[in-house]
């Protein structure tokens, strides 16, 4: 691991890195679709993006109609090459240069990231590259970036300004991006983020192995022990954890606690904000149980 990647992880405020968290969310639910496959559980399939350059445009496209889904003025956050590793700002890059202003003028504006705006390529991680991205394009006020990634090129962080609520027009929409094709209600953690009714049903699965598992106890039990535990303090992953940032240091979307969080592939929920959901869905009787 870098100093570079261990000092960003620290530079990042608790509350910062919860919004970034949400903001990922958010772009993330609308460009990927998670089916349900009756053997093998939920799979993810990546949407497709389209880039405009030259006219400073990002739009999500329909995976079948390959019309938009939404679209977005753009700037680029940063390269990535994961043949070595390595960081390159937009600014150093001839075929992206025009496309950063508003991006480096962040970067300059924030001190923590002095020593660093003015080093032409450096040895980051992949996913401090991701946190680097987010977090500058939360500094814009911008909703977050998208990682585009094309055959035999360095993976292009997309600084997103701003989308449409969600391709179906909900006002909430599930955090682990479920969009399977039969109807879904969502329980909403924050205004625009929640669990929705099959998902709800995985996380109670996973409770009760827990339960049985890990403590030896009864669901109902195990259910008493979450809700009356105090909320624990958010802990910074440890520096060996390779997984950390996808586990024990991603905040829970809806109250930002990290201790007892179920992940997918792009979001978190803890224990206690999983129970809510349930509770929500079950008053009223949309809690899937087959």
Not at 78 to 87: E, K, L, Q
């Given at each position: 691991m870098s100093d570079y990647e261990v000092s960003i992880k620290s530079e990042i405020p608790d509350d910062e890195l919860l919004e970034m968290a949400?903001?990922?969310?958010?772009v993330l639910v609308r460009c990927e679709r998670v089916e349900q496959e009756e053997d093998f559980g939920p799979k993810i399939n990546p949407g497709l993006y389209a880039v405009d350059v030259t006219k400073k445009t990002f739009e999500f496209l329909d995976a079948e109609t390959q019309k938009p889904i939404a679209s977005s003025a753009m700037e680029i956050a940063?390269?990535?090459?994961?043949?070595?590793?390595?960081?390159l700002w937009p600014w150093f890059n001839r075929s992206a240069d025009k496309a950063c202003a508003e991006v480096k003028k962040a970067y300059e504006s924030m001190p923590e990231l002095t020593d660093f705006v003015a080093t032409k390529k450096f040895t980051i991680s992949l996913t401090d590259a991701d946190l680097l991205a987010r977090w500058v394009a939360l500094?814009?006020?911008?909703?977050?970036?998208?990682?585009?990634?094309?055959?035999?090129?360095?993976?292009?962080?997309?600084?997103?300004?701003?989308l449409s609520p969600s391709q179906k027009g909900l006002n909430c929409v599930c955090c682990f991006g479920n969009d399977v094709t039969h109807k879904i209600t969502v329980a909403a953690l924050t205004k625009d983020l929640g669990v929705c009714n099959y998902c709800a049903q995985v996380h109670r699965d996973i409770l009760m192995s827990k339960a049985e598992m890990d403590d030896g106890i009864t669901y109902e039990e195990f259910v008493?022990?979450?809700r009356s535990k105090p909320k624990a303090k958010k802990a910074k992953p440890k520096e060996d954890d390779a997984y950390a940032d996808f586990f024990s240091g991603s905040p829970c979307i809806g109250c930002g606690n990290t201790d007892g969080v179920i992940m997918a592939p792009h979001a978190g929920?803890?224990?206690?904000?999983?129970?809510?959901a349930i509770d929500e869905l079950t008053a009223n009787g949309s809690f899937v149980t087959e």
């Open positions: 949400r903001n990922n969310v958010r940063g390269t990535y090459n994961p043949d070595d590793d390595t960081w500094r814009m006020g911008w909703v977050g970036t998208f990682a585009a990634e094309y055959p035999d090129q360095p993976i292009t962080f997309i600084a997103i300004e701003k008493k022990k979450v929920v803890c224990h206690l904000c999983a129970l809510k």
